[in-house]
């Protein structure tokens, strides 16, 4: 990143960056579904490869001045970005036997040969953005966002397996206004509302290209100095997501855009020192997040993964003097309520709860830390893709950390 301040009130920031991936996963089991009994589990061994090389430049202009008694900090900026990436995804090697879930015997020998290729493609993003923004200081106690960006997208992909290109282009402004009221200094007020948009591969049936995604969201709050210390946010939200794709009733094989979500809920966040040396991380979720429009599931339905219940804690005591000066102790809790497993709606994922625990000990340079993931052992699930399909959480986990700052 490069920062040239230009005088008290102006300055430019560049900021590029570069990133090559490359990933590659070979021999890897793959379940495709369970029989009818419910614990017989089929699989077959998978290959897979992906690229990407993605490049972004973020130059901006920051100015602070005044029209009267009103104050102005202005940004202006321009965003670029490039992604290209490859995938290759195949179930090349072999059939693997059964295996019973409940009672399972590894290492099998495989029973057959497949030479499936799923996927098999190159895809270019390049993107453009310019934005602005001011933030107006009407009065001491009353402050105004005004911002606006337009985006432009090109974007092709190359199917290697039908032999064909596909190119889609488009544009997009979205505003974003916000406004903050503070009636006694420890208190601030606060509302804002803003836009996005975000690029939809792929065409209709009738060869018509995807709209970008939509969202729009309206959030209002109230952050809250209980000392000098020690802070809380209050906030109530509602963002719609739409131009959502959802399958042609007329044509499975393709999608159209009627398909809109709705997420809205009330987070509460407190933060800061409760004592010295007793610092406090804490946070609670509400979340109702639902389909409301939609050709394949019921409007109403909930989101798949989404909580309706998260609440996390984080504390940690330092002693402050004496001879274990730099001694610290370290407490975490986190919860993840009960969730939907799909979008039908047809099973549910149980909730859980996590302790985590720390010491630590740091003086001038050094810092030693021991720290112990899931203190209890607690078999749990972070993410579900379907009933065969699910991602667990780690079990009992302990990790050391020396180091020293120069």
Same mark, same amino acid.
Request: no cysteine; charged share 20%.
């Given at each position: 990143m490069?920062?040239?301040?230009?005088?008290?009130?102006w300055?430019? %920031?560049n900021d590029?960056r570069v990133a $090559?991936?490359?990933?590659? +996963?070979n021999?890897q089991s793959f379940?495709?579904?369970?029989?009818e +009994?419910?614990?017989?589990? &089929?699989r077959?061994? /998978?290959?897979?490869?992906?690229?990407? &090389?993605?490049?972004?430049?973020?130059? !901006?202009?920051?100015?602070?001045f005044?029209t009267?008694?009103?104050?102005?900090q202005l940004?202006?900026?321009?965003? *670029?970005?490039?992604?290209d990436?490859?995938n &290759?995804?195949?179930?090349?090697?072999?059939e693997?036997?059964?295996l019973d879930?409940y009672?399972?015997? /590894?290492?099998?020998p495989?029973?057959?040969r497949i030479d499936t290729?799923f996927?098999?493609?190159? %895809?270019?993003t &390049?993107? $453009?953005g310019i934005?602005?923004q001011?933030?107006?200081?009407?009065?001491?106690?009353?402050k105004?966002?005004l911002?606006?960006?337009? !985006?432009?997208?090109?974007q %092709?992909i190359?199917?290697?397996?039908s032999d064909?290109?596909?190119?889609?282009?488009g544009n997009? $402004?979205?505003?974003?206004?916000g406004? #903050? /009221?503070q009636?006694i200094p420890?208190?601030?007020?606060?509302?804002?509302y803003?836009q996005?948009f975000n690029?939809?591969?792929?065409?209709?049936?009738?060869?018509?290209?995807?709209?970008?995604?939509r969202?729009t969201?309206?959030?209002?709050?109230?952050?809250?100095?209980?000392n000098?210390?020690?802070?809380?946010?209050?906030?109530?939200?509602?963002?719609?997501?739409?131009n959502?794709?959802?399958?042609?009733?007329d044509?499975s094989?393709?999608s159209?855009q009627?398909?809109?979500?709705r997420?809205?809920?009330?987070?509460? !966040?407190l933060s800061g020192e409760?004592?010295p040396g *007793?610092?406090?991380i804490?946070?609670y979720a509400?979340t109702?997040?639902?389909i409301?429009?939609?050709?394949t599931f019921?409007?109403?339905n909930?989101l798949?993964?989404?909580?309706e219940?998260?609440f996390?804690?984080?504390?940690t005591?330092e002693i402050q003097?004496g001879?274990?000066?730099?001694l610290?102790?370290g407490?975490?809790?986190?919860y993840?309520g009960e969730?939907?497993g !799909?979008?039908d709606?047809?099973?549910?994922?149980?909730?859980?709860l996590?302790?985590?625990?720390?010491?630590?000990?740091?003086?001038?340079?050094?810092?030693?830390?021991?720290?112990?993931?899931?203190?209890?052992?607690e078999?749990? $699930?972070?993410s #579900?893709?379907?009933?065969d399909? #699910?991602?667990?959480?780690d079990?009992?986990?302990?990790?050391?950390?020396v180091?020293?700052?120069?």
């Amino acid at each position: 990143m490069i920062r040239q301040q230009f005088s008290e009130n102006w300055s430019l %920031r560049n900021d590029f960056r570069v990133a $090559f991936e490359r990933g590659s +996963d070979n021999d890897q089991s793959f379940f495709v579904g369970l029989d009818e +009994d419910g614990r017989t589990a &089929n699989r077959v061994t /998978y290959s897979s490869e992906s690229a990407a &090389n993605i490049y972004n430049l973020t130059a !901006d202009v920051l100015g602070r001045f005044s029209t009267g008694s009103v104050q102005h900090q202005l940004l202006f900026g321009m965003n *670029w970005s490039l992604l290209d990436n490859f995938n &290759n995804f195949g179930i090349d090697l072999a059939e693997l036997a059964p295996l019973d879930i409940y009672d399972p015997v /590894y290492r099998q020998p495989p029973i057959g040969r497949i030479d499936t290729v799923f996927e098999d493609n190159s %895809r270019q993003t &390049n993107s $453009f953005g310019i934005y602005l923004q001011d933030q107006i200081a009407i009065a001491d106690n009353l402050k105004l966002l005004l911002g606006g960006r337009f !985006d432009l997208f090109e974007q %092709r992909i190359d199917d290697f397996l039908s032999d064909t290109e596909d190119t889609q282009s488009g544009n997009a $402004f979205t505003p974003r206004v916000g406004i #903050v /009221y503070q009636p006694i200094p420890a208190i601030s007020l606060y509302a804002s509302y803003s836009q996005s948009f975000n690029p939809t591969e792929g065409r209709s049936a009738t060869g018509e290209v995807f709209e970008p995604e939509r969202g729009t969201q309206y959030e209002i709050g109230v952050k809250a100095d209980l000392n000098d210390q020690l802070a809380a946010t209050l906030a109530l939200y509602n963002l719609t997501r739409s131009n959502l794709l959802t399958v042609d009733p007329d044509d499975s094989r393709f999608s159209i855009q009627t398909g809109e979500q709705r997420s809205q809920g009330i987070e509460l !966040d407190l933060s800061g020192e409760i004592l010295p040396g *007793w610092n406090l991380i804490a946070g609670y979720a509400y979340t109702d997040a639902r389909i409301t429009e939609d050709n394949t599931f019921e409007s109403g339905n909930r989101l798949a993964n989404a909580p309706e219940h998260l609440f996390n804690l984080w504390t940690t005591y330092e002693i402050q003097s004496g001879d274990l000066r730099g001694l610290g102790f370290g407490l975490g809790l986190f919860y993840v309520g009960e969730r939907t497993g !799909d979008l039908d709606n047809s099973f549910e994922v149980p909730g859980y709860l996590r302790t985590d625990v720390a010491l630590f000990y740091r003086r001038d340079r050094l810092r030693v830390a021991l720290n112990i993931r899931n203190l209890f052992d607690e078999n749990y $699930f972070v993410s #579900v893709s379907g009933r065969d399909s #699910v991602l667990r959480g780690d079990p009992f986990t302990i990790s050391g950390t020396v180091s020293w700052e120069f």
